[in-house]
Every structure is written in C-alpha cells, then in structure tokens.
C-alpha cells in the first residue's frame, strides 16, 4: 500500500489526539493547554490517517496596530514525533511545510523557548543556551534531602517548628488564591529589580493565569502560616516531568518562617508519591555568577540539589526586517513590562 502523507494547520477536531501523543513523550511540552483555542498555532502531520508528528505553539503578539511586528509563536518543545525513525525520515519535509506556513501567516518567527528540552534537531537561524535543574524524584527521601544546600535542610526545620502548612490546589479552587499569586509574583518582582535594574518576571494578566490554572495538569502549590499566605508557585506537568513556572514569596512571612523552602520540599514528595519521575526547576542562566541580573533565582534553585542541565534552543527567523524590530522591542524591559500581558 502505497503511503499517505498529509500536514495540515492545527485546529480543533485534531488538537486533543496531538495533545495526548504530544504528553506521552519524556518531556511533553509543559505549556501547551488541555484543549484547543485559537491562540495555538503550528501543524500536524498524518501517516494513511494516523498522527505521527506535529509541532504547535502560542501566537504571541498577535494584537491590533502591533501585529505586523510582533506576531510570533512560542514553542515549548521540540518537533515532536511518535519514533526517532519516523523524526528522521519526515522532519525535513515537515519543517520546510511549518515555514512556509508561517511566512503566508505573516509570522515574525519561531521561538522555541527556555522550557525547551530534550536534543536539538532543527536548524536554527538563532541559537542560544537555557539551563534548569532538575530534581530527580525516582530517588530515595533520604538521598533528596542530603542533596539540599543545609541552609535549606535548616530552612525546613524551622518551618515546622513554625507550623507551616504545605497545600495544593487545582481548577477552580486555585481561583480562590489568584490574588494572593499576582500579589506576590509582583512583590518578588520589586525586590529583584531593587536588587539589580536589569532583572525582569514578567507580569501577565488575570485572565492569562486564570485559564492556566483551570488546566488539569497544573497545580498551585502554596506555603500558609496561620491562614496567611507566605509563599505561591505555579507548576504545569507535561510527559513525566512536572516544571516550576513561576511564584513568589512574602519576604517578612519568609525570613521568619522559612514558608517557602518547606513549599518546595513537601512539593517533591507529593509528587513523588503520585509517580512523577523529575520536577524541573523552571529556567536559570546558564552558569551564572554574582553578576548575572537573575544570579539570586541560579542560587536558590540550586540549593535544592537538582542536577544542572543546559538545552540548546533559539529562534527561526521568517522575516528578517520584522524580527529585528520585534527584537529591539523586546529589548526594551520598561516598554516590555507594560506590555508583558500582550506580547
């Protein structure tokens, strides 16, 4: 029987059989959504009707006036397909399709960003560097606390004499604290930039984190000391691997009860006992020293003994003149800030 091959747009009737091949790998792709909407964008390629590939990711800036120059997509993995033998024979046709794709879409570029893991085997026009820790829960308890900094160990055991309470939360529930998570991404916001003027987390919408943690596979974990939260972080899962996206801390509820180490330790062996194989730190410089802008988030993810793992990503560029004005653009951290909930 002669093969039959078809890459067509992601839409709708095709997203969830893509999404459930997409999740069944290693790494999955921690930021795509449960369900279709008309943010996705990418394509998925058929063998005589079966899904064996794709690669879908989140347009971005695709807003009134501005999109001529900033309409992108973000991509949180790789090209993904069912077999390393299937990737080899078909990838090549695949990508030269997804560009031509992009170009009639009037896409700027491709961006595989720092959630990106796993081997590069796309040409990049842009390369660059993204590096996590992971933290491998197949281990013992005990080995994953002797790999704690002993500041941290020492953190953990004044939260409970502090009576800290560990908690987690999922849909609607997470609702319930979303206040509490905007208030206090923006706090550790204003004390990263006080510490260096370069630092940056972006701030994005209600309603971006709102349809995030209706999501299933996403959970609020949360740090409480006496009703009051001390500590917040969002965490997506996607293969095997559950990945820190973003959260904060009250700095006074934390120096005096450590709430936020104590979050992170009973993180792991919650997921630990539900068969998650690593949690991922979320993204860290590459190496960084003292005088790297986010050298405070290198340290404090690497003293929960994780081990340091660095990815190639980058970017595709499809037109050359747009992308450089999105890039300037992108330089620009006041402008950035004020327009982080569109671009």
């Known amino acids: 029987m ?20 997409v999740q069944s790998t290693q790494w999955g792709s921690p930021m795509l959504p449960m369900e279709y ?24 800036g695709d807003v009134p006036i501005v ?15 069912k ?52 933290v491998d829960l197949q281990s ?9 900094d002993s500041t941290k160990q020492r953190n953990i055991k004044k939260a409970i004499k502090n009576e800290v309470a560990f908690h987690t939360c999922k849909n609607e529930e997470s609702l319930n604290y979303l206040n509490d998570f905007q208030q206090l991404r923006e706090i550790t916001q204003t004390r990263a930039i006080s510490s260096h003027k370069q630092a940056s ?33 969002l965490v997506t899962q996607g293969g095997n691997v559950v990945y820190y996206h973003s959260g904060g801390s009250d700095i006074e509820i934390n120096r005096k009860t450590c709430c936020s180490t104590y979050m992170f330790w009973q993180s792991f062996l919650y997921f630990k006992a539900k ?39 980058g970017k595709i560029i499809i037109a050359p003149f747009r992308y450089r004005l999105l890039q300037f653009l992108l330089s620009q951290r006041k402008l950035l800030r004020l327009f982080s909930t569109k671009l």
Not at 67 to 81: G, Q
Not at 92 to 114: C, E, Q, R, S, Y
């Open 2 to 21: 002669q093969e039959s091959i078809k890459i067509i747009p992601v839409n709708a009737e095709i997203y969830s059989a893509y999404y459930k091949m």
């Open 37 to 60: 909407n008309n943010t996705l964008w990418g394509d998925v390629i058929y063998l005589n009707n079966e899904i064996i590939g794709g690669w879908v990711g989140t347009k971005r």
């Open 67 to 81: 999109r001529i120059i900033t309409k992108s997509v973000y991509f949180d993995s790789y090209p993904i397909f």
């Open 83 to 134: 077999t390393k033998t299937i990737e080899k024979h078909y990838l090549p046709m695949f990508m030269d399709n997804i560009k031509k794709h992009a170009k009639k879409d009037g896409i700027a570029m491709l961006n595989l960003t720092h959630w990106i893991r796993g081997e590069k085997n796309i040409q990049l026009d842009v390369h660059e560097k993204y590096a996590t820790f992971l």
């Open 140 to 148: 013992e308890q005990d080995f994953l606390w002797s790999a704690l």
């Open 201 to 233: 987390i972006l701030l994005k919408s209600n309603a971006f984190f709102s349809q995030m943690m209706q999501q299933d596979n996403v959970t609020l974990l949360l740090g409480k000391y006496e009703e009051q939260v001390g500590s917040v972080a």
């Open 275 to 313: 068969g998650i194989k690593y949690f991922d730190m979320g993204g860290v410089p590459c190496d960084a020293d003292e005088t790297h802008p986010a050298y405070g988030v290198y340290r404090f993810k690497k003293s929960f003994g994780g081990k340091y793992m660095e990815f190639d990503g």
